[in-house]
């Protein structure tokens, strides 16, 4: 029988993991001036009880230029108490525990440094923070050396199996490393063995703090992702350096913070920057682990058993489900919530200055307080409308023992995440739909599709609590002409509806008008499967073949009246739509009022000036308003009645999850 490779146990160093996932270092901002919280025990203590094989935390500071009050904290003795508990705590429930040190040169930010400048190699701006930080100094570069060497040093004496350095992504050490930052005359700029010193130097005086039988495990970019940066083939290079340096695995991952290459959102496929992780696993003779995009064990499984890497690191999945290991062990992978890749609840969150919370998870970093507490009264739970809202409430309340029928008018389940699901790079979402479904019946909650939900269903199934998760419908505007026989919605668009003509006009630039003109800009292009064979065959040039996987058939332009378009994306979507936008060769106005449809167009007004704009079919994407038809029925029959999602209002998917979670959970 063949074994499961994705649960042999390897070695990292003098340690022995029981598994090959990683959970790899996340910024989860749960930490309050540098000290570790409750909030954070908990959630890594979550994902060590579900079978992870290590969970490395972090990234912790080591001085007081290197991060912002909510890492961790590793640049002082005082916070070795809190280090304590963590590494305790992952321990415990069965993982082993590692924490990633880093600096971030010139990704921090003066504000949270006093109004002390950042400091890097060179006094290059940063497009991630806007700043130009300061120079280093020669003499003050053997300090932050011993920093790095001295927090090691206190994450050994807390209790953690391992360290990580973070040497990539943009901050100090790959800073040091890449040309781009690096235009310092001295022994630490210049060549590619100058501008590796810096990096090098911090590797050999750890190891030789931490010693032999301590693990160093260093994370880096496989492709750094910035033109005129590092390179894959000096990357390479440091690779096979750091293991001689002591090094005793290496995580690859990709990018800079401010590589225009998308590397996290839902449009990258799964696992495809494993092929980084290969080449170094190649040269190097310790384990390399390879990370982005595996949200699912087979994906993890194929790249193993390929030879890409020795471990996978699964980050957001575990955030989205911390028992995706015990899942995937169980055979039980259908059970498995994925991630997304969203991105709403984790980055775009950091953004916001809040703690990381997840889509998929309405748990996350409140692992303690939304503990399942089966009621000893079950009550009778009705939820009409099985969308995103819908089923978490749904879910949320049979999990705490209620009886729940959840009634749906259509004949599937998941809403306007089917919708969601339709642009190009955004099935995902759909997946998030089967993995709600299969809770659902994991639950074995009672699901009615095709059902017309009355006064008289109530009266007769008359429940002792109401959900109401009925969604939203399209806004019709009131535009002359809008009622015209060309004139469509989006959503029926997304919903498979076929679009008349070559020309399209789009009425509405927030985030379903540009899905939608996204959708319609992949018609007439190349798939991949299409697009590798005409490539390897030579069969037309690689300028004529981006052509052809970027531009189709239809002529399709963005019409929005407010100065900027999806403004209702997260930030860490919006960019790559809008990258996407000008890709697909889309026209945009904005700042543009809609004066009228017409048979052959629409006339908008901007900067003062009247235009018709030619179009064959024209979609209004406008907006959303709450469709509610039942909250009197329940009123006037004192059934007690909780509007949820859409219903109530309008908004992100990542609020109506959360929304139908909290109603379900908080039953009485």
């Known amino acids: 029988m063949k074994t499961d490779r994705l649960f042999d146990p390897i070695s990292i160093g003098h340690l022995t993991l029981k598994n090959r996932i990683l959970m790899p270092a996340m910024h989860l901002n749960m930490c309050r001036k540098f000290v570790v919280t409750d909030q954070l025990i908990n959630f890594y203590a979550a994902r060590a009880k579900g079978g992870v094989g290590l969970i490395s935390v972090g990234y912790a500071t080591v001085d007081e230029l290197s991060g912002l009050p909510g890492n961790i904290g590793a640049h002082d003795d ?20 590692c924490l990633q040190l880093n600096h971030a040169g010139r990704y921090n930010f003066s504000m949270f440094l006093g109004g002390k400048k950042p400091v890097a190699p060179s006094p290059i701006p940063s497009r991630l923070t806007g700043e130009t930080p300061r120079e280093l100094e020669l003499d003050e570069i053997p300090a932050i050396i011993q ?76 492709n750094d992702f910035m033109p005129d940066g590092i390179g894959r083939e000096e990357l390479k290079t440091f690779s096979i350096e750091l293991v001689k340096a002591g090094a005793d695995a290496l995580s690859i991952n990709v990018g800079w913070h401010e590589a225009q290459v998308p590397q996290i959102v839902t449009k990258v496929p799964r696992g495809v920057f494993a092929y980084l992780a290969r080449d170094i696993r190649q040269l190097v003779n310790v384990p390399v682990i390879a990370g982005h995009r595996i949200n699912d064990p087979d994906i993890a499984r194929q790249l193993i058993d390929a030879g890409y890497c020795d471990m996978v690191a699964m980050g957001r999945s575990l955030i989205a489900d911390p028992q995706l290991p015990n899942k995937a062990y169980k055979q039980q992978e259908n059970k498995i919530i994925h991630c997304v890749a969203c991105a709403q609840g984790c980055f775009d969150n950091l953004f916001k200055m809040k703690s990381v919370e997840c889509l998929c998870n309405p748990r996350v ?44 008018r259509h004949i599937k389940l998941g809403g ?43 009266s007769e199934n008359k429940p002792d609590i109401l959900f109401l998760a009925t969604g939203g419908e399209p806004v019709i505007p009131e535009i002359p002409g809008a009622e015209l026989p060309h004139v469509i919605q989006a959503w029926d668009v997304l919903a498979g509806q076929r679009v008349e003509g070559e020309k399209i006009a789009i009425i509405g630039g927030g985030a379903v008008g540009i899905e939608t003109a996204l959708f319609l800009a992949e018609q007439g292009t190349l798939s991949g499967d299409e697009l590798k064979f005409l490539l390897v065959h030579h069969a037309e040039t690689t300028e004529e073949l981006y052509r052809l996987a970027t531009i189709g058939n239809k002529q399709i332009t963005l019409i929005e009246m407010v100065d900027k378009l999806g403004t209702n994306f997260g930030r860490s979507t919006r960019w790559s739509m809008l990258q996407d936008v000008k890709r697909a060769a889309i026209t945009t106005h904005t700042e543009a009022k809609v004066l009228e449809i017409t048979p052959s167009g629409v006339i908008i007004e901007q900067s003062g000036k009247r235009h018709e704009i030619e179009a064959e079919t024209v979609i209004l994407a406008v907006g959303t308003r709450s469709y509610n038809p039942l909250q009197k029925i329940a009123a006037d029959q004192h059934i007690p009645c909780q509007i949820i999602g859409d219903a109530k209002q309008p908004a992100m998917v990542f609020d109506a999850i959360h929304q139908g979670f909290d109603a379900g959970h908080n039953l009485s």
């Open 78 to 97: 005082a916070f070795i108490p809190g280090l304590t508990k963590l590494a305790t705590a992952i321990k415990r429930e069965g993982a082993a525990a």
């Open 147 to 222: 920093h790095f060497v001295d927090a090691a040093k206190r994450v050994q004496s807390s209790g953690f199996d391992a360290v990580e350095i973070l040497a990539g992504t943009g901050y100090l050490i790959s800073e040091f490393l890449s040309p781009l930052t690096n235009k310092r005359k001295d022994q630490y700029g210049g060549s590619l063995e100058n501008r590796m010193r810096f990096g090098l130097e911090i590797i050999r005086a750890v190891k030789a703090k931490t010693g032999d039988s301590f693990p160093l495990m260093v994370r880096i970019n496989g």
């Open 365 to 408: 970093g409140k692992e303690v307080e939304t503990q399942v507490k089966t009621t000893d009264q079950p009550r009778k739970v009705v939820v009409v409308g099985g969308g995103a809202a819908g089923m978490s409430a749904a879910i949320a309340a049979a999990e705490q023992g209620h009886e729940v029928v959840l009634h749906e």
């Open 416 to 458: 306007q995440l089917h919708l969601a699901a339709a642009p190009p790079g955004r099935e995902e979402f759909s997946i998030l739909s089967t993995d709600l479904q299969q809770q659902l019946a994991d639950l074995k909650v009672q699901v009615i599709l095709n059902s017309r939900v009355d006064a008289q269903l109530f």
